[in-house]
């Protein structure tokens, strides 16, 4: 790569965005469907304050409470 080679001439453009109050579940499946590993996050005044992936979705799992005649099973 040359020495003088531009940000702009090798960065990603109509990246995809999300809110900060979206749902887990939402960004997840639109990760899914659109083969997205990263999403830029976007504050209440459409300002960049983060970027969600693949990993950090991973470490977060979405646990329903699981019972058994009436107890929950424990993990």
């Not at 453009?13 to 887990?24: F, L, S, W």
């Not at 659109?34 to 960049?48: A, D, H, P, T």
Request: aromatic letters at 2%; one cysteine or more; charged letters at 30%.
């Amino acid at each position: 790569m040359p020495a003088r080679t531009l940000i702009r001439d090798l960065m990603t453009v109509g990246v995809p965005t999300c809110k900060t109050n979206t749902p887990i579940v939402d960004i997840a499946r639109f990760m899914i469907e659109n083969n997205v590993e990263e999403m830029v996050v976007l504050g209440s005044e459409g300002e960049s304050v983060g970027v969600i992936g693949y990993e950090e979705l991973g470490r977060k799992r979405i646990e329903r409470p699981r019972h058994r005649r009436g107890k929950k099973i424990a993990d």
